[in-house]
């Protein structure tokens, strides 16, 4: 099994910046891709951001040119840093993570962590 643990989330104003932090530890094999995912209340949850082994990232266009996803190898690690934060940002910000092991592919998620951003 693979844990991931979420942190970086909390209260800001509209304009300011957080940084979240994904660590996955556990049976890590060949990670595929990481990122990020938000769900808002009464919203289905939604892509944020992607990064995937090979550095190529993807981002929603809601967020592009405020959002910038990076990712530690290393550490198996993934970083949203989140700038110029606007009310509609405020969400539950899920971790997740691909990878493959055997040919089988796994999806994990972290347990959310929650972005607040007050107008």
């Known amino acids: 099994q693979v844990q991931l643990v979420e942190s970086g989330g909390g209260l800001v104003q509209a304009g300011g910046s957080l940084r979240l932090s994904c660590t996955a530890s556990g049976k890590i094999f060949s990670i595929n891709a990481m990122g990020w995912y938000r769900q808002a209340p009464g919203k289905q949850r939604e892509l944020v951001a992607t990064i995937i082994s090979g550095g190529s990232t993807n981002y929603a266009d809601s967020v592009k040119g405020r959002f910038t996803i990076s990712r530690d190898n290393a550490k198996n690690t993934v970083y949203l840093q989140m700038n110029s934060l606007k009310p509609e940002d405020t969400a539950v910000y899920y971790c997740?993570?691909?990878?493959?092991?055997?040919?089988?592919?796994?999806?994990?998620w972290g347990q959310g962590t929650q972005v607040t951003v007050s107008s």
């Open positions: 997740n993570v691909r990878q493959t092991h055997l040919g089988d592919p796994y999806t994990y």
